[in-house]
């Protein structure tokens, strides 16, 4: 008798060939067989009417911090994801010595946009220094799978302490840093990752910009040695500066025998050829015999931010950036009417970039404090601005000082406008999904969501792909090119992490407000419409009925 028969589903098996109706029989944790009539079982779901796929993966995630509290991955697995990859933008939270915590902690922070208290509260070291430690406090206590990278800028750290951020390294600490890596490497990491974007809190760059490409050409041969990938946030915002990264990689990846992937490869609107660009030399670098894979957003970017926080939104605004670091929030709103003026120039100076970057343009108001500025939710903070016969910046700072800085802004939709072209993108076999930054920018980026819309926007809207090939794009080819055995597919002796969805409704569902976050402050969550069921390792973990199973802890460390 199997353990569980999900009967009577569409099976997509994440091959990429067509669907196939019939029952999917799990025992022990894994798939015993799939299609044609399975026998008793002593559970059953009955899954007619909808789809039966692999469990969703999800390469580029921050889920470090949460899931020190969160076996969860709130809400990762509501969304069908069942393994996640932390560990990115050359963060991750082990190794680490006992007293560098307080400066990384900050860096993480202000990076992946944790509140202070919510990290605080969650992350308690009870693993100590070491990268293994951390992997063995996670094992048994996550209701997912993770594949967790260890961070370059901590290697760097670890070694080198404060000058990780002053200077290259001396061959002496290279040696030391790749012996260190072949260490979190055997304890259960995946890969490495690494940065040239990434800024910390007084705006240094952080320890991963500061390697000479001798330290990273070190590193990637152990990564070679081991068979472990390489994960890379590139210059996005720059295609030249993009393209000369896929030309490192390419060289790294050919040097060295390694996977590299780069991350996020997304459409802009003001630069309509930089995909072209990009794409032109992953083909030549494909071409060449190199393993290198862009990743792309399914979704728009949308930035939630108000000015009682620092946010990303700020970060090309010096006094906004600098009066939103103010802690007391007395002293903070004095500052915003004595610096009124300045503030204001830079809201509006924002405000007239044309559409390129982040942030650029006007904003919308999402939430308010006083009941008496209800009716502004929802409305375009440029059409206010002409009622009121005042500038964008004077409209957003006089509405902000009147709520005490507790206004929500939201820009939505920030690039990706172009359905057909981003559909196209996706429909590419040499990029695959990825970059959601799942677990980072708490109420900030709309960060999940990337699964359903790949259903809703590019397989029901444009006809990019078919059902089968988006599964295929979250489940097979991530499992392939990560090296995550034994699953991605729903076949015999494969692990059962497994998503049954109604194709026909999958798709981004509403934002809300949560405020079940540790500490202080608001979370926006991006909930998920047409999920089922979810499945871990065998283990049912979530239901549109029931919600998350309490108890659930059937998530596993998952290694290449």
Not at 280 to 308: C, M, N
Not at 358 to 386: K, M, T
Not at 421 to 449: I, Q, Y
Not at 517 to 540: A, K, L, S, Y
Request: overall charge negative; charged content about 25%; some cysteine.
């Amino acid at each position: 008798m199997f353990d569980l028969v999900i009967r009577n589903g569409l099976i997509v098996d994440g091959s990429g060939l067509p669907g196939r109706r019939g029952d999917v029989a799990i025992s022990d944790g894994k798939v015993v067989s799939v299609g044609g009539r399975a026998g008793e079982a002593r559970r059953e779901i009955d899954a007619t009417g909808n789809v039966v796929a692999p469990g969703f993966i999800d390469p580029h995630t921050h889920y470090d911090a949460q899931l020190c509290f969160d076996p969860y991955a709130f809400p990762a697995i509501e969304h069908g994801v069942t393994t996640v990859v932390p560990g990115n933008c050359s963060l991750s939270l082990a190794p680490l010595r006992a007293e560098q915590r307080v400066a990384f902690s900050s860096m993480f922070r202000l990076i992946e946009e944790m509140p202070e208290a919510a990290f605080d509260a969650g992350v308690d070291w009870r693993w100590g220094e070491d990268f293994g430690g951390m992997l063995d406090a996670l094992t048994g206590n996550i209701a997912l799978n993770v594949a967790p990278l260890v961070g370059h800028s901590v290697l760097r750290m670890y070694v080198m302490g404060d000058a990780a951020q002053e200077r290259p390294a001396t061959p002496e600490e290279i040696t030391a840093m790749a012996d260190l890596l072949r260490v979190c490497l055997d304890a259960g990491a995946v890969g490495l990752s690494t940065s040239f974007v990434d800024i910390d809190e007084t705006y240094r760059p952080v320890p991963s910009r500061w390697a000479s490409p001798d330290e990273l050409d070190a590193l990637a041969a152990v990564l070679g040695e081991r068979d472990r990938v390489l994960q890379i946030v590139h210059e996005f915002f720059d295609a030249d500066l993009t393209v000369a990264r896929v030309e490192q990689l390419a060289e790294l990846s050919l040097r060295h025998g390694i996977t590299t992937t780069l991350s996020p490869l997304f459409h802009s609107d003001a630069n309509h050829h930089a995909v072209t660009k990009v794409m032109a030399a992953v083909e030549a670098a494909r071409a060449s015999g190199a393993a290198v894979w862009p990743q792309v957003q399914t979704r728009p970017i949308d930035i939630s931010f108000t000015l009682d926080q620092r946010s990303l939104m700020l970060l090309t605004m010096p006094s906004w950036w600098k009066v939103a670091s103010i802690r007391d929030r007395d002293e903070k709103l004095a500052a915003v009417i004595e610096q009124r003026q300045a503030l204001v120039d830079e809201m509006n100076s924002l405000a007239r970039r044309p559409g390129a970057g982040l942030g650029a343009g006007g904003f919308v108001v999402r939430d308010v404090v006083h009941e008496r500025n209800r009716d502004l939710i929802g409305r375009n903070i440029d059409d206010i601005a002409r009622e009121r016969g005042a500038s964008h910046g004077d409209t957003v700072v006089d509405l902000a000082v009147d709520e005490g800085l507790g206004t929500w802004f939201i820009r939505e939709s920030i690039g990706h406008n172009n359905s057909e072209v981003v559909g196209e993108l996706l429909a590419n076999p040499l990029v695959h999904v990825g970059a959601s930054d799942g677990g980072a920018h708490v109420g900030s980026f709309s960060t999940f969501g990337d699964t359903g819309f790949l259903f809703s926007e590019f397989v029901r809207g444009t006809k990019s792909l078919s059902l089968e090939a988006a599964v295929k794009k979250i489940t097979l080819d991530p499992a392939t090119i990560w090296g995550l055995q034994g699953r991605g597919l729903l076949a015999p002796g494969y692990a059962a992490d497994v998503v049954v969805f109604d194709a026909d409704r999958i798709g981004r569902g509403p934002e809300v407000a949560s405020d079940d976050f540790p500490g202080e402050g608001i979370r926006w969550i991006r909930r998920q419409e047409g999920i089922d069921t979810v499945i871990v390792n065998g283990e049912i973990t979530w239901t549109a009925d029931d919600g998350y199973i309490a108890g659930a802890r059937a998530g596993a460390i998952a290694t290449r």
